[in-house]
């Protein structure tokens, strides 16, 4: 039975892909973006696309108030961590007060359901291990404190409320759609994988790698990369185990993969050569980074595109046939 979801930040990268995730098993799509950083291009025909900002009570209140919405799915938030230390208030309010303002809406116009897309920047721990859900929460930038605000938000509209959701936790979304409709347009990018495709390709200088002398079998970082088609899966199994109750997973493929590991499957992949230059450590970047899935797993996810060289494959054949990305 085709249900109808409301989608915030479809429009964007990780966003669109449960969009087109939605959209492949017949569901029908609204999404709200403000396409500060997301593109109408990503928004695939025959979705409803409106073009307003959360803070916009009135604009999120008449979309609410159209018909009734099986769930929500809420992507849209500022996701810069460095950014969000130099300007920590503005993360604070476009993340956590228009998030509170989203659940308010939804509580107030009977949405049962409510899938976060939140962060694996909620916990301060380095290490080999995965990180587990159970975790301390110790959030280190203001971005993981935003995240962390909706989801507290999100326990007493549960609580007070009855509004059922689902916290998803993840690092490194990367990737692109198998088939070819929709990838990775930021401006500026800041992402490991398409950074370094795009050195491989000549669009940029050589890349520079922060540090070869952390404790990890080549000295460079080592971080989680989840297929972002992977994640769209785990979004729409998420919002269906909530019959059961609340949901909190952390998505990871389990091991993660360092810098130069990252490089060595793009040159693998493109058959190019990826010019770099070893420079000084970034000042708070953790040796290793990689998330646990064994909640996610043990509920029945299976990320079809684990491996590095599959996820990179993805990137590349959308980086080269999208030389502008979308054009916008």
């Known amino acids: 039975m085709p249900q109808r979801f409301l989608v915030t930040g479809g429009a964007g990268y990780v ?14 799509v609204t999404v709200i973006d403000n396409l500060r950083t997301g593109h109408k291009a990503a928004v695939p025909a025959g979705v409803k696309l409106v073009v307003a900002d959360l803070s916009d009570g009135q604009a999120i209140d008449g979309v609410m108030g159209d018909g009734s919405w099986d769930a929500v799915f809420h992507f849209a938030s500022l996701s ?28 107030r116009h009977g949405v049962g359901r409510f899938v976060l897309s939140s962060t694996a920047a909620l ?11 159970d975790a301390p929460i110790d959030p280190q930038s203001a971005y993981g404190d935003s995240k962390w605000m909706i989801e507290r938000a999100l326990r007493w ?78 979004h729409l199994l998420a919002v269906e185990a909530l019959k059961d109750g609340p949901v909190v997973w952390n998505l990871g493929n389990g091991a993660g993969h360092s810098v130069r590991q990252v490089i060595a499957s793009v040159e693998r992949v493109s058959g190019l050569t990826v010019p770099h230059r070893i420079v000084d450590r970034r000042a708070g970047d953790a040796a290793v980074l990689v998330a646990s899935s ?35």
């Open 123 to 133: 916990f301060n721990v380095d290490g080999a291990d995965p990180i587990p859900e």
């Open 294 to 328: 064994a909640r996610a797993q043990a509920a029945g996810w299976r990320p079809a595109h684990a491996d590095l060289d599959d996820i990179v494959r993805t990137a590349f054949d959308w980086r080269k046939s999208h030389p502008d990305g979308y054009g916008d």
């Open 157 to 234: 509209a549960g609580q007070v409320h009855g509004l059922r959701a689902a916290c998803l936790r993840y690092f490194n979304a990367a990737g692109a759609d198998p088939a070819g409709r929709l990838g990775e347009d930021h401006r500026p990018e800041s992402h490991l994988i398409p950074l370094v495709i795009d050195a491989a390709l000549g669009r940029r200088a050589a890349l520079d790698v922060f540090g070869d002398d952390y404790p990890t079998p080549d000295g460079t970082c080592i971080r989680d990369y989840v297929h972002v088609s992977d994640l769209a899966s785990a």
């Open 80 to 107: 810069q961590v460095g950014e969000s230390m130099r300007m920590p208030m503005r993360y604070l309010l476009d993340n956590a007060a228009n998030g509170v303002r989203l659940i308010d809406s939804c509580v």
């Open 15 to 28: 966003g669109s892909h449960l969009v087109a995730a939605l959209l492949d098993r017949g569901d029908s």
